[in-house]
């Protein structure tokens, strides 16, 4: 039988506040300020990305946040033995495993569980080990997700970038398209035993359909936020995201 539990969680990545910082050096304005902010406004987790390139949050971010954050972080990281090596220093709540490419502005899609599961099952048993709850960032795709549930990973955090760049070009055959993959793919994982998780690019318009499925039971969404925190302030627009996804739930 297929049960769920607990209400739709919302992580609120705060890379893009570390972005703006960096721009002009200095220490303004300061990333954990803003993970404070979004607790308050009603966020479930904090996710920040440390890159190779340390582009946006460098490594005292994240000493700040798993000192100062009362919700959980999530640590997103390559597979690297750098990155492994601070995630068991730190010992974070959850890891999730990301590809990444210099050349890239952003996470480009999901990472390629199946040709390298032999290196990532691995990879994770150390963090497994030392209580981190590990998440692997994948396409709606059943290859990808059973490679993640043989290596041993938690849960899975599906891509949704193709189906938000779809709507945004109005292209809704292929919205639609994309959005249905990833409620078989959620279903399919939920049964497997995986958390399903899901984020990239959503935003007020995109949010709603994805918060409905019900096997998924977190959204990981940054950009869209920092950006629509000019506009309202971070606070308001965390809580307006929060009202979407618990209206599209209830």
Request: contains cysteine.
């Amino acid at each position: 039988m297929t049960t769920f539990a607990g209400r739709l969680r919302l992580g609120v990545n705060i890379d893009h506040v570390a972005t703006v910082r960096n721009a002009r050096g200095g220490d303004y304005p300061d990333p954990l300020r803003a993970a404070k902010i979004a607790e308050e406004a009603g966020a479930d987790g904090i996710t920040a990305h440390l890159r190779e390139d340390r582009r946006h949050i460098t490594d005292p971010d994240i000493e700040a946040l798993m000192d100062g954050l009362s919700v959980p972080l999530n640590f997103e990281m390559a597979a690297t033995p750098e990155m492994q090596q601070i995630a068991l220093r730190h010992k974070p709540h959850a890891v999730c495993i990301v590809p990444e490419k210099r050349e890239e502005r952003t996470t480009e899609g999901g990472l390629e569980v199946a040709r390298e599961e032999n290196h990532l099952a691995h990879y994770i048993v150390p963090l497994r080990e030392a209580g981190c709850r590990v998440s692997i960032f994948i396409a709606a795709d059943q290859r990808q997700i059973d490679a993640a549930h043989r290596i041993g990973a938690q849960v899975i955090e599906l891509h949704t970038g193709a189906y938000c760049d779809a709507f945004a070009e109005g292209d809704t055959a292929t919205a639609d398209a994309e959005l249905e993959k990833m409620r078989e793919m959620s279903r399919y994982a939920h049964d497997l035993g995986l958390e399903v998780h899901a984020g990239h690019g959503l935003n007020y318009d995109t949010v709603k359909p994805v918060a409905g499925f019900p096997e998924v039971m977190e959204l990981n969404i940054g950009h869209f936020l920092i950006g629509e925190s000019i506009f309202r302030g971070l606070g308001p627009a965390i809580a307006e995201m929060r009202r979407l996804m618990d209206e599209a739930r209830n």
